[in-house]
């Protein structure tokens, strides 16, 4: 079995598999790109960082920073093993 596959397809043919599969390790969406769209604003504005987490050190990246916020959606069972951060941010 081959995991971490990217697979692209529209939301609408995504939410037709959500419905109706009973993989034992569904696919799940996990969009970097989204929440800084226009479509995502409100969705990324509805969410504010706890006061502890105010400062963002990686802003000073500019362009070079890595992606930061990510929009995650999964049907019943998606999910992700446990694992390393690739970012190292955690």
Do not use: N
Request: with cysteine; charged share 30%.
């Amino acid at each position: 079995v081959e995991r971490d596959v990217a697979v692209t397809m529209p939301l609408s043919e995504y939410c037709k598999y959500a419905e109706r599969q009973v993989d034992d390790c569904p696919l799940y969406i996990f969009d970097d790109v989204f929440l800084d769209t226009e479509r995502g604003a409100a969705l990324a504005s509805a969410y504010v960082r706890p006061r502890c987490f105010r400062e963002d050190f990686m802003s000073v990246l500019g362009d070079r920073r890595p992606p930061h916020r990510w929009l995650l959606v999964g049907s019943e069972r998606a999910g992700t093993a446990l694992h390393i951060d690739p970012l190292e941010t955690a």
